[in-house]
């Protein structure tokens, strides 16, 4: 679905933030992008949204799919209620879908608070709204960076559960950017590991999706793949 090939891009300081990065993001995958802080990360992220320009290197969609991008503060408008915020990528294209809206509330369970405003909800429905609102485009690829930093663990193991879930419901494609070795490993298809804008290694968790979460988190396919992670970021510090 997605090529990335010679990735490079400077800011004005002509210091490069990717130099030479190559990945790919396959039909119906999750590949997440780990590494340190400043290593590129959301820089490739926001590259392949079309927010920045690319200093060198070219992107290659398959087609041009439609895109949505979840940032890790939710940044919903405090003056409009859940459902209004959702309809803000129909409102921006100027035709609210309001079935796609009404699909995407009930897909992140937010039907019933359509009408409450965001300092009613939790920091864990206020992310679920930021998902529905992604959603609520009809993307093919979703990117998302850091997108459950900020919640606790409990919230964040139901939150990467409600992303496999819509992966699997609606066929998403998901570039995932986290600081997080076990979120990584749990949501995976493919980690990229990075390290000053290159691609230093690639793990692969085979994880047993037929098994309960608790299961999966527990087996040694996950503890193997923690390790492998935990091992490519420790020679990113060296």
């Given at each position: 679905m997605l090529r990335a090939d010679d990735l490079t891009f400077a800011y004005e300081s002509?210091?490069?933030?990717?130099?030479?990065?190559?990945?790919?993001?396959?039909?119906?995958?999750?590949?997440?992008?780990?590494?340190?802080?400043?290593?590129?990360?959301?820089?490739?992220?926001?590259?392949?949204?079309?927010?920045?320009?690319?200093?060198?290197?070219?992107?290659?969609?398959?087609?041009?799919?439609?895109?949505?991008?979840?940032?890790?503060?939710?940044?919903?408008?405090?003056?409009?209620?859940?459902?209004?915020?959702?309809?803000?990528?129909?409102?921006?294209?100027?035709?609210?879908?309001?079935?796609?809206?009404?699909?995407?509330?009930?897909?992140?369970?937010?039907?019933?608070?359509?009408?409450?405003?965001?300092?009613?909800?939790?920091?864990?429905?206020?992310?679920r709204a930021s998902v529905a609102r992604a959603l609520a485009a009809n993307p093919k690829v979703l990117l998302m960076d850091e997108p459950f930093a900020a919640l606790d663990e409990m919230l964040r193991f139901q939150m990467n559960e409600l992303l496999l879930d819509l992966k699997n419901q609606r066929g998403l494609s998901i570039l995932f950017v986290t600081h997080s070795l076990y979120e990584a490993a749990y949501l995976s298809d493919r980690v990229l590991v990075m390290d000053r804008g290159q691609i230093r290694g690639e793990v692969t968790p085979d994880l047993d999706r037929s098994a309960s979460a608790q299961d999966q988190r527990t087996s040694a396919a996950f503890t193997s793949a923690v390790v492998a992670i935990g091992a490519l970021m420790a020679e990113t510090s060296q």
């Open positions: 002509a210091v490069f933030i990717l130099d030479g990065l190559s990945f790919q993001l396959a039909e119906g995958e999750v590949v997440s992008l780990l590494g340190p802080s400043g290593c590129g990360k959301s820089t490739a992220l926001r590259l392949a949204a079309g927010l920045l320009e690319l200093t060198g290197g070219n992107f290659e969609w398959q087609s041009t799919p439609e895109l949505a991008f979840v940032f890790q503060d939710p940044a919903l408008m405090p003056w409009a209620t859940v459902a209004e915020n959702v309809q803000l990528p129909g409102q921006l294209k100027g035709k609210i879908d309001r079935e796609a809206v009404h699909e995407a509330l009930d897909a992140v369970g937010l039907s019933a608070m359509d009408d409450r405003f965001p300092a009613q909800l939790s920091g864990g429905q206020r992310m």
